[in-house]
């Protein structure tokens, strides 16, 4: 089990290092090493939060998910995503843009680093959403319940978490967003309308991919549900459910692809402080994309395993930690434009948050063990852990 889900990421490592190597000695190994090592550590978290996406995917799209996914995690992410963003604010052509990268480290680097406000506040934006919408939905199992609980009750106020979500992003523009003026290529842009706008456009993003995929996933629980009635109603009408069956079997494909898609979105919002961090240890692009992208396939690896092990249905609280882990590094992100937080805080914070909720699943799980009684009760008296 454990090789025949890692095996392509122990390959790729094992290929990825030795064309290191190759290319540029031990001290290039050196280094997409530690890369491939900080690439995990801050994106462990997304791992968790993609595993309870992804267990609700056929095999079918699990496999989307570890091949074309991780083209565009390694190549769109890590290599293309920094080129593009160099060639919108510098207002490059896309072959200027990519000689810059490869030919003029030092440019490239300082281009980058100057858009990040605007990549902090799409990210945080989109991922401090994913947060507030967790946070503030009523769920049986709880974490911490003396949070949750009176938040779940806040959370019955129809779009708190968007109205939440524009108030701190307001709170980031007019006090972290200083006024000092970005680049754009043809004049200055205020910092401030900078973050406003970026910060609007991760919110909108989570809004219309997350919508159209919950409105799919919930077209396709509807039918399921309906094709069950009809069945256990009347035998007979076994040609009907077959169309019905296959009316739902569309609707998947459609749910499939818009999670899918929505997981890549996450992804990219993960990916943007292994990023931003990677400078601090190398400014070639190559090398930069190799050691992430190593990374990003344990993250999805991992990914699948949790799937298939039914982690996340054994280690309940697990999907909160992770959770809580987003929340800060939402903050974190918007945070970060106007002030450096190392990545090690970072990959720790949520090393921290979901190691804590493991082991709460552990003493939740050995509470009900003994009681002998694995009901709904007893997991909402371990939920205050």
Do not use: C
């Not at 000689?99 to 490239?108: F, N």
């Amino acid at each position: 089990m454990l090789l025949k889900t890692f095996g392509w990421s122990f390959a790729i490592t094992a290929a990825g290092l030795a064309l290191a190597g190759v290319l540029w000695g031990w001290q290039g190994l050196a280094i997409v090493a530690i890369l491939s090592v900080l690439e995990i550590s801050l994106s462990f978290d997304n791992a968790v939060i993609n595993a309870g996406i992804l267990r609700k995917m056929n095999p079918f799209w699990q496999k989307m998910f570890l091949t074309l996914g991780i083209l565009i995690a390694v190549f769109g992410m890590r290599l293309v995503f920094p080129v593009v963003i160099v060639a919108i604010t510098a207002k490059l052509g896309p072959i200027e843009a990519v000689k810059v990268a490869i030919q003029d480290h030092d440019r490239y680097e300082a281009l980058v680093t100057s858009a990040h406000p605007a990549i902090a506040a799409f990210g945080g934006m989109f991922l401090l959403m994913i947060f507030l919408d967790f946070i503030f939905e009523d769920r049986d199992i709880k974490w911490l319940a003396w949070l949750e609980k009176p938040l779940a009750k806040l959370g019955k106020l129809e779009a708190l978490s968007t109205v939440v979500s524009l108030v701190v992003l307001i709170i980031a523009a007019t006090t972290l967003a200083t006024a000092v003026p970005v680049h754009d290529g043809e004049g200055t842009l205020d910092k401030a309308t900078t973050v406003l706008l970026a910060g609007i456009g991760g919110l909108v993003t989570y809004l219309v991919v997350g919508g159209i995929s919950d409105f799919f996933e919930n077209r396709l629980e509807e039918a399921e549900e309906d094709e069950e009635a009809e069945e256990a109603a009347e035998a007979a009408a076994g040609g009907a459910a077959a169309k019905k069956g296959g009316s739902a079997v569309g609707l998947a494909g459609k749910a499939a692809f818009f999670m899918f898609l929505y997981l890549e979105v996450i992804d990219a919002s993960f990916s943007f402080d292994g990023v931003i961090g990677a400078f601090a240890i190398t400014n070639d692009i190559f090398v930069m994309a190799l050691g992430l992208g190593i990374g990003a396939m344990y993250i999805r690896s991992l990914t699948v395993f949790l799937v298939r092990k039914g982690t996340l249905d054994d280690y309940v609280y697990l999907e909160h930690g992770a959770h809580y882990a987003i929340g800060a590094l939402a903050v974190i992100l918007l945070i970060t434009i106007k002030y450096e937080i190392p990545e090690v805080v970072t990959g720790l914070i949520g090393v921290v948050l979901i190691g804590l909720s493991f082991l709460s699943s552990v003493v939740r799980n050995r509470k009900e063990a003994e009681s002998g009684d694995g009901s709904g009760s007893k997991a909402e008296v371990a939920s205050g852990v």
